[in-house]
């Protein structure tokens, strides 16, 4: 041996395998497939996956043409497959489950039966079951003494791992496991009927022909009828003659193989046929084909099997088609089904009509009511087909005339019976007015939805007046005496017939229809000869619209004097006439026609003479422009709408007061200009070009050339400098240190002039760096380095007079007139020094004083500083109060206990006494 392997798709187990009957080919079952290979290539021809979970048996049957196949239990169970070969491919032909897993499987030897063995759980644990081949039918089932009452545990014992049959077909035998070991023979039982003849030849030549029938056991015509009497399974009545009758009698010739035997069948030769109860010629089976669910064709036998005169049932409703009644030829259609036969009964009257059979008044409508072309008067003759079959009709025109059921009008509103009954070409009435819906009947209905008695317009409308027109075409449908409106006038208008209710004056004057005052023209002043005035007959005609009538003949009332132009006048004499503002005075003669209180205007300057009148001119004499100061109509030389006598600058159009006295005028305008920084070449400055008065109120302050609200006169210290306007040190340096000013002083209480560093603070050498940062103080070449770090030339203040002596000078003389200045400058600068030393005290007290004041200044400025700030907070300025120097945080931003604590402050300050101002005492 040598091993040569093979692995069909891949698979990682099989269970089982079996060789073909040639020896050429393998199958074998894996995990949920099966495959067949050839054993000379190793090649897969056949993969199948139709198995269960698993294939745990697989085995050929011996000519090679099946394939059993026994499957583990999946979660519903477990199957038994048998596939067959087509000539291409192996199909399932069968199938059959079984409640535990298939174990083991083998065929008998001739392949006409197989045998599984089953596992040990459920229903199917621990049995054999025998199976035919091509059918599927279960031959035997047979199991193990399951010994030790494994029974009692569920069936979970004893499981067959093994079968095989015996090559003379009678045994099998079956391996067992899982608590009933062992191996079981089984032998076939030869006389199953045990009738004393085996069921296969045991070597006397004798064979039971019925093998399960203890009755019969031979055959002698081998018909399949057993050759034993009545009352033995079905008796061959014809031994010796092969026969297949079974209805008669069992075993007898039968040609025509309808059951019956040639003897006792009454058409032999007609295999749907045997008897004639009747005797009419038609065997009793009834056989037809059915076409539209109840129509019977092709019908062969008797309906009526017991009834001479019936065989046919066309309709199947149960009654024959034949009929005895010669008269119905006149009504019956050719085509019928059905002859004439005397005496006939069970007569279908419609035979082709499934739900009619009976027509008891003769008028060829069937009396049956549920059934189609039901007859709604089946005891009355009648010829209606319209709404109802077979009810009189008395005009003919195929509606049944009305009933007390049966109205001419439904429920719901549809026509049913004649509404008219004695008129054939009307029938239907919706609205029962008595005139028909046929519109080309008789008097047609134009309104069949709606009862009306109209007839002259048009034909059963509504008309509610009576006079014989329509609703519709009555333009007066409440007034019998009215029912025409030629013109199509409102109709309130009334209508044409002069005789009647409220008559149209003008009936073919759409645009008139009365004339209150009778002369001769409509009340409609907009119409055809309209009459303006209806209600007085002197008067129709108003030309210009102004409510005064054209005609001034004699006896006109009110006539109009100016009858062309609008006039609102009512004085007679200019009746009519234009007054527009109605004072009295014609527009053509008022120098103020929109102004009722002025009229007359003698210097012609558009203000009204009348001056106590709002407007008046106060100089009525004067031409004059003036309109300020409640002074109209005065001269006003420089045009600024201010008169002279009340202008302050009268030749000047910008200027009329000057409140302060300063001679500055009230109306501060200006124009932005810019000039260069003399002090600072290189910054452009934008100042105002001022005209009129900054400060109005302030007679000592009119200019303000920067635009810092600060006046040049007085209150400004830099008057060019916008963002500088005091300096309490008067360095020239200002006090404003908020983000933006220019140059602010970083000493403000001490005069000095350093601006390297700092602007504004004191630097004793004037070098511009400040005495606090410049290295050397009173070095004034020096002025940069770290202090400490930097060598000094001058380490102190040089003081006036001060004369260097120099030591190194040689002579006599100029020696003594050296000394001699020495001694006197000694001597001066003893007087110098207590003089000094005085001064100095005196200055101390003077610097003490004066930074008193400055300290009171900077503090009254810093309280006018504070005082804007809180201002400006309060009021939500917190722009302008930052640009003060504020940094606090926005009061709406805080939370509320925050606000309120604050708040809180406010009160108790605001309570706190404040000290007297003693500038306010003295």
Sequence with gaps: FFSSGINPGGEDRFYDTAFSPDGNFIAVGSEGDWYISEISTGNTVEAISSPPDSVNAITWSPDGNYIVMCGAYESNGARVQVHEYDGNSWPIIWEVPTTTSCSSADFSPDGSKFVIGMYWYLGDGATAKIYETDTGLLVDTFSGPRPNNCGQNNNQCGQIDGVSWHPDGSKIVTSHTRNDEGVYFWVADVDEDNDGYNTTDQGDGVVDAFPTDGSQWDDTDGDGFGDNPDPATTPDACIDLFGTSTADRYGCPDRDGDGWSDDGDWAPDDPEQWADSDGDGYGDEYYYEVVNTFYHVNQRGDAFPNNPTQWNDSDSDGWGDNYANQSWDEFRESTWPGILVSGATEIDQFPINH?????????????????????????????????????????????????????????????????????????????????????????????PDEAGSSTIDRVGCLDTDGDGYSDQGDPFPNDDTQWENRDGDSLECGGDNQ????????????????????????????????????????????????GYGDNNGTGAVNGDICPTQAGNSANPISRGCPDTDGDGFVDPEDAFPQNPLQWSDSDGDGYGDEVNK?????????????????????????????????????????????????????????????????DNPERILELREQRGDAFPLMPDEWSDQDGDGKGDNLSDDFPLEVTQWNDLDGDGYGDNFTSGAYQPDDCQKTPGSSYRDVFGCLDSDNDGTSDTSDPCPYDPDIFEGRIGSVVCEITEPQQDGEVAIDSSADGGEPTLIYLGIAIVVLLSVIIVAQFSKTMARNKARQEKLDEAM?????????????????????????????????????????????????????????????????????
């Design 854 to 922: 400055v300290n009171s200044a900077f503090s009254e400025e810093d309280e006018r500083r504070t005082a804007w700030i809180d201002y400006y907070v309060t009021n939500g300025q917190l722009d302008e109060a930052r640009a003060l120097g504020w940094v606090g945080e926005d009061p709406t931003e805080m939370p509320q206990w925050k606000q309120y604590e604050i708040q809180q402050q406010q009160e108790k300050d605001a309570a706190i006494p404040k000290m007297f101002d003693l500038d306010d005492i003295l």
């Design 355 to 447: 739900y009619q059979w009976l027509d008891t008044d003769g008028d060829w409508w069937g009396d049956n009511q549920i059934g189609d072309d039901a007859d709604a008067c089946p005891y009355v003759y009648g010829n209606s087909t319209a709404d109802r079959y077979g009810c009189p009709d008395t005009d003919g025109d195929t509606y049944s005339d009305p009933t007390a059921n049966w109205g001419a009008v439904s429920s719901t509103g549809y026509c049913q019976a004649d509404g008219l009954p004695l008129d054939p070409t009307q029938w239907c009435d919706r609205d029962g007015d008595g005139f028909g819906d046929n519109q080309d009947g008789n008097l047609p209905d134009e309104c």
């Design 614 to 678: 709002p407007g008046g001119d106060d100089c009525p004499a004067t031409f004059g422009t003036s309109n300020e100061n409640n002074r109209y109509g005065c001269v006003d030389s420089d045009n600024d709408g201010w008169a002279d006598v009340d202008d302050e600058f009268p030749e000047d159009g910008e200027q009329w007061v000057d409140t302060d006295g300063d001679g500055y005028g009230d109306n501060y305008l200006w124009t932005v200009t810019f000039i260069e920084d003399a």
């Design 499 to 546: 005789s009647g209710n409220n008559p149209d004056v003008f009936p073919d004057d759409p645009t008139q229809c009365k004339d209150t005052d009778g002369d001769g023209y409509g009340d409609n002043a907009a119409g055809n000869n309209g009459d303006a005035f209806k209600f007085d007959p002197t008067q129709w005609s108003d030309f210009d619209g102004d």
